[in-house]
């Protein structure tokens, strides 16, 4: 069965950090542009990072530049995004997908093939 499986994300204190994970199944994900893409509610979704398929290079949205990292695991066939300085504006449910390219604005493009049904991301004191 072809799926993606976020988790990780919960409540955090403003200038917390919490790392999601997004784990594939039923195939690999080596073969596409893989990120992460966010939407807080009553706002439209927003590109958050990807990694392109090709050289590995990545992309972040100029809101979370400085502050999160993507990475991925092709032994565990998993991707991953560090959130460290994370803000109240932060708040918003987190998807991971796979495309055909990444933007420079960390945004997948080309059409999404798979995505997750994901992760709650709350950030409140």
């Known amino acids: 069965q072809v799926q993606l499986v976020e988790s990780g994300g919960g409540l955090v204190q403003p200038g917390g950090s919490l790392r999601l994970s997004c784990a594939a199944s039923?195939?690999?994900?080596?073969?596409?542009?893989i990120g992460w893409f966010r939407q807080a509610p009553g706002k439209e979704r927003e590109g958050v990072s990807c990694?392109?398929?090709?050289?590995?290079?990545?992309y972040y949205a100029d809101s979370v530049k400085g502050r999160f990292t993507i990475s991925r695991d092709n032994a565990k066939n998993t991707m991953y995004l560090q959130m460290n300085s994370l803000k109240p504006e932060d708040t918003a449910v987190y998807y991971c997908?796979?495309?055909?390219?990444?933007?420079?604005?960390?945004?997948?493009?080309?059409?999404?093939?798979?995505w997750g049904k994901g992760t709650l991301v709350t950030v409140s004191s």
């Open positions: 039923g195939f690999t994900l080596d073969y596409y542009a």
């Open positions: 990694i392109g398929r090709s050289d590995g290079s990545t």
């Open positions: 997908a796979t495309a055909k390219f990444c933007l420079y604005s960390g945004t997948l493009a080309g059409g999404m093939d798979y």
